[in-house]
């Protein structure tokens, strides 16, 4: 499995289900991907929810666990810098980041979502923009991911808590690969 085709597993499991078809064999695409690395998956825990989960009960449990607490919102920006203008500043780099590389995302989510962040690492990894790629993961995605997956550990177990985990490993062992990029 290529690396873009794991950022976009990564983002659509993190992204709000609208069908259960596909989750568990992203799920299994990034397992194996991640051990083709040599990085242990933290994804069977998830990936049995999936399998004995209705549609109802993944989008149920989605909701509750990202939309219904900040805590753990998908927005990295959150994380990082709160409600301030640093935020803002951060929106807007991402944006630029994003035009820079003719990278058009579809929807209406903000710039800091981070299924939406991961789908643009996956068109950099597509377009071997691999410099600017780990550069921008060190810099803009890597250090909210980590911070919220540290919000995961003050809140009750959820199931897409490996899925973060997950993302989180895999952008640090790509970022870890020494290159020389535009930082964001």
């Known amino acids: 499995m290529s690396l873009a085709e794991s950022y976009d597993s990564l983002a659509r499991m993190l992204d709000h289900p609208e069908g259960i078809e596909g989750i ?23 990936g049995r929810f999936v399998e004995t989960s209705t549609l109802a009960r993944l989008q149920e449990e989605y909701v509750a666990t990202f939309d219904f607490n900040p805590v753990v919102a998908l927005y990295l920006g959150h994380h990082l810098f709160g409600d301030n203008r640093k935020k803002g500043a951060y929106l807007i780099r991402l944006k630029q980041e994003f035009g820079r590389h003719g990278f058009t995302p579809s929807g209406n989510e903000l710039p ?3 299924p939406l962040l991961l789908g643009f690492l996956a068109y950099l990894a597509r377009n071997v923009e691999d410099g600017v ?15 919220l997956g540290a919000a995961f550990t003050a809140r009750r177990e959820s199931p ?12 640090a062992a790509d970022s870890a690969v020494p290159e020389e990029g535009k930082p964001c």
């Open 24 to 46: 568990g064999a992203d799920c299994d695409k990034v397992s194996r991907a991640l051990q083709g690395q040599d990085i242990e998956s933290p994804l069977e825990p998830f």
């Open 112 to 114: 800091d979502h981070l």
């Open 133 to 147: 790629r780990r550069s921008f993961i060190s810099e803009c995605v890597l250090p909210g991911v980590e911070r």
């Open 160 to 171: 897409w808590r490996p899925v973060v985990e997950a993302a989180r490993l895999l952008c």
